[in-house]
């Protein structure tokens, strides 16, 4: 059951991810970058708050339905009570500063429109919560089908609307609120033990939420302030339309890490309730090395051919920030490392120190945009997500190894680390030497099969990392 429930839940992160791009792919030919710059900033604008509602409650209902006999009917009605009350707050503070937002971002025009964002709180909150109970209740496949449902709707409904009335703005805001209205008719999961007596108290159930919603929020912040920024600092539509077309084609890896730290959530909670250290410790050092690993090549990768997708994805007019790709890409690995070892704490239930040190990274993100905007431009936000990930890792591996039977091998991390860099740039180097000899459409291929090839075989660590990490998605002890 669980083998097929995690790859129904990947197949629908697949469906969203692959939904999510058509849209932008669409939004970006048919707007141009000026406007679709516009409609990056609305959307980060919904992404930031998102956390909110979709993190903390929805997690904290699902740890309790999978494993207490507790009346459902009564513990939706008291969650969805909580939810609402997180909904008015947020719904309230959108109220006094999404108009001061939009003078902000200089985007005054859609100050109107981008009050949608206020009616599809609530209806996300709900939709999500409903997914928590389906979760608890190892209903994988509906939990999966209402996700791709959503996807789906969302893509057809928004490029209706955009053929219809032109405005990309309007098309995806009311797109987004019709799908999830639409997708929570199959949201519907059972009531169990309606005789039970057991009562989770508000205080236990709020206990069990901040933690995570409060990690995921800080890490939402980091993920999808870049763009506001951008426009908030004087970057041109265009300017931001560019940067977020390539910045999409680099977060298709944050999709895929997503499957694996949330197919590693339960196998780390189940170790670590077991106290199996070794195995435990196997798991995530594994974890750690294989999505470094795969960094590693999407940096190569999208460095090598980040152009030639661009301009056969969105047009050649979003060129200019072709070489934004490699390190948004090689950004996005290292902050879900951070996301993987929040989780661990999260799951340790460790002292919520944790989140005082990804508050101050987001103070530090802020402080070095600040420092690197002129002279770095749309280049600013990754390079700055690459340096507060990689101290923020740095601290977070710290705090396990010294609270929990050193959890990770520092040394043999590091040294394995260094070689993939090595590799990395090695590899870069003789691409930009090759490149004027022969077309680099083809020695870009024949280097990077190169380099998969020999960092997999040559490196044994990797080797183990990457058949391990597969093991621990198919549900089977290696």
């Not at 008015?88 to 025009?109: F, H, K, Q, T």
Request: hydrophobic fraction near 55%.
């Amino acid at each position: 059951m669980v083998t097929k429930g995690i790859i129904q839940e990947t197949l629908s992160k697949v469906v969203l991810a692959v939904a999510g791009f058509i849209l932008n792919i669409i939004l970006a030919r048919e707007l141009g970058p000026a406007d679709y710059g516009v409609v990056g900033v609305v959307l980060n604008i919904m992404f930031v708050i998102e956390p909110l509602l979709t993190n903390g409650l929805r997690q904290a209902v699902s740890m309790i339905v999978s494993s207490q006999e507790v009346n459902t009917r009564k513990l939706w009605r008291q969650s969805i009570t909580l939810q609402l009350i997180f909904s008015v707050v947020l719904v309230a503070v959108g109220l006094l500063l999404l108009g001061r937002v939009a003078v902000w971002l200089n985007i005054e025009e859609h100050r109107n429109t981008l009050y949608l964002i206020l009616a599809i709180i609530p209806i996300k909150g709900i939709f999500f919560l409903n997914l928590g109970f389906l979760n608890g209740q190892f209903n994988y496949k509906q939990h999966a089908l209402a996700n791709s449902l959503y996807s789906f709707f969302r893509l057809i409904i928004s490029l209706v609307l955009l053929y219809i009335t032109r405005n990309g703005v309007l098309a995806v805001l009311v797109g987004t609120l019709a799908a999830y209205l639409l997708a929570m008719f199959f949201t519907r999961f059972d009531w169990q033990y309606p005789d039970s007596t057991l009562t989770i108290p508000n205080r236990q159930l709020l206990g069990l939420t901040w933690g995570a919603l409060l990690f995921y929020l800080l890490i939402n912040i980091i993920l999808y302030i870049d763009v506001l920024l951008l426009r908030g600092f004087g970057s041109t539509e265009a300017t931001v339309g560019y940067y977020k077309a390539s910045a999409n084609i680099g977060s298709l890896l944050y999709f895929l890490f997503l499957s694996v730290t949330q197919v590693s959530y339960p196998v780390i909670a189940k170790l670590f309730s077991q106290q199996s250290w070794q195995e435990l410790k196997k798991v995530a050092n594994t974890l750690f090395l294989s999505v470094f690993y795969t960094s590693a090549l999407a940096f190569a990768f999208t460095f090598f051919f980040a152009e030639i997708f661009i301009k056969l994805l969105f047009g050649a007019q979003y060129l200019p920030a072709a070489g934004v790709t490699p390190w948004y890409a090689l950004s996005i690995g290292l902050l879900s490392i951070i996301i993987m070892l929040g989780n661990m704490m999260i799951t340790f239930e460790h002292k919520k120190n944790y989140l005082f040190i990804l508050l101050g990274s987001l103070v530090l993100y802020l402080l070095l945009f600040l420092a690197l905007y002129k002279p770095l431009e749309i280049y600013a936000p990754p390079v700055t997500i690459i340096i507060i990930s990689v101290i923020t890792a740095v601290l977070f591996v710290a705090i396990l190894n010294r609270h929990y039977h050193s959890v990770f091998d520092v040394k043999n991390l590091v040294k394995n680390i260094g070689v993939l860099l090595l590799m990395t740039a090695a590899a870069v180097a003789l691409q930009l030497l090759a490149s004027k000899v022969v077309p680099p459409a083809l020695s870009g291929a024949l280097i990077f099969t190169a380099l998969a090839l020999v960092s997999f075989f040559a490196v044994r660590n990797v080797r183990e990392a990457v058949l391990h990490s597969v093991s621990i998605l198919l549900a089977k002890k290696k």
